[in-house]
């Protein structure tokens, strides 16, 4: 994809409508996304970091680091929940189907380090905001809600 940016832009935007189009298709809980894009997000940056080791190349902090979310007043009140009854709920063949196409899409577009974070970047502070406005464990099950414009 290092190309030229017309196809790094390409590749993001098929990403982009694959995900939003299978997340509404299989109507995906936000927890189940979140798990995903995390897990997605957690292997690219120990990449991403041994390969800055082994460069001591840089990447700007939007590459590397979670980008800053707006929590809800009030969002630091703490609710606790059953994480073994949550992780018996979710769906892992969903999960899997969500993480085949990013992983299959990422190859496809042969998406570098650096792209392939920065096209889940906005993924992650999308699911972080609505968990982080989640009041009970009921809302994790709720859909991801994707704006219109997304």
Do not use: C, Y
């Given at each position: 994809?290092?190309d030229?940016?017309?196809?790094?832009?390409?590749?993001?935007?098929t990403?982009?409508?694959?995900?939003?189009?299978?997340?509404n298709?299989?109507?995906m809980?936000?927890?189940?996304v979140s798990?995903v894009?995390?897990k997605?997000?957690?292997?690219l940056?120990?990449s991403?970091?041994?390969?800055?080791?082994?460069?001591?190349?840089?990447?700007?902090?939007?590459?590397?680091?979670?980008w800053?979310?707006?929590?809800p007043?009030?969002s630091?009140?703490?609710?606790?929940f059953?994480?073994e009854?949550?992780?018996?709920?979710?769906d892992?063949?969903?999960m899997?189907?969500?993480a085949?196409l990013?992983?299959?899409?990422l190859?496809?577009?042969?998406?570098s380090?650096?792209?392939?974070l920065?096209a889940?970047?906005?993924?992650e502070?999308?699911?972080?905001?609505?968990?982080a406005?989640?009041?009970?464990p009921?809302q994790?099950f709720s859909p991801?809600e994707?704006p219109?414009d997304w």
């Amino acid at each position: 994809m290092t190309d030229n940016g017309a196809t790094a832009v390409d590749g993001m935007v098929t990403l982009q409508e694959r995900v939003v189009n299978l997340i509404n298709q299989l109507n995906m809980p936000l927890i189940e996304v979140s798990l995903v894009l995390s897990k997605h997000i957690a292997g690219l940056s120990r990449s991403l970091d041994e390969h800055i080791t082994a460069t001591q190349q840089t990447f700007p902090e939007s590459v590397t680091h979670p980008w800053d979310i707006e929590t809800p007043e009030g969002s630091d009140e703490e609710f606790t929940f059953d994480l073994e009854k949550i992780f018996k709920i979710i769906d892992a063949d969903r999960m899997d189907i969500l993480a085949t196409l990013i992983r299959v899409t990422l190859v496809e577009i042969d998406a570098s380090l650096a792209e392939g974070l920065l096209a889940l970047r906005p993924w992650e502070a999308l699911s972080r905001t609505q968990l982080a406005k989640a009041k009970g464990p009921g809302q994790l099950f709720s859909p991801l809600e994707i704006p219109e414009d997304w």
